[in-house]
């Protein structure tokens, strides 16, 4: 009667061990293919770029220093790149280039 009870016992934790994975493997794909339909989505795309803190270069030459435009994959952009361009520009003491969310780059 108690060995019954235990060898029940041990079959549920084992039924129980493998729903848990399940789960967690089904959120794990659910999770991973809502972030793929969003790097495909126009979501993902630059929508606008702001430039703040400039005195001497128009925010355009800034944006074509950059290579930055409306339209770009936020997640494809190299902003360490970007900005290193954009710092060897003689007239230009700082650079800092981030992503704010849903869709907008802001250059300072």
Same mark, same amino acid.
């Given at each position: 009667?108690?060995?019954?009870?235990?060898?029940?016992?041990?079959?549920?934790?084992?039924?129980?061990? $493998?729903?848990?994975?399940?789960? $967690?493997?089904?959120?794990?794909? =659910?999770?991973?293919?809502?972030?793929?339909?969003?790097?495909?989505? %126009?979501?993902?795309?630059?929508?606008?770029?702001?430039?703040?803190?400039?005195?001497?270069?128009?925010?355009?030459?800034?944006? #074509?220093?950059?290579?930055?435009? %409306?339209?770009?994959?936020?997640?494809?952009?190299?902003?360490?790149?970007?900005?290193?361009?954009?710092?060897?520009?003689?007239?230009?003491?700082?650079?800092?280039? #981030?992503?704010?969310? %849903?869709?907008? =780059?802001? =250059?300072?």
């Amino acid at each position: 009667m108690l060995q019954d009870n235990v060898l029940a016992y041990r079959g549920r934790a084992k039924k129980n061990k $493998v729903s848990r994975v399940f789960v $967690v493997l089904l959120i794990s794909f =659910i999770a991973l293919a809502l972030f793929a339909y969003y790097l495909a989505s %126009p979501l993902a795309l630059v929508d606008k770029v702001e430039v703040t803190g400039n005195s001497y270069l128009q925010p355009a030459d800034i944006q #074509q220093l950059v290579g930055l435009e %409306p339209g770009m994959n936020m997640w494809r952009l190299h902003l360490g790149a970007s900005r290193d361009k954009l710092s060897a520009n003689p007239w230009v003491l700082e650079a800092r280039i #981030q992503r704010r969310f %849903p869709n907008k =780059i802001q =250059i300072s």
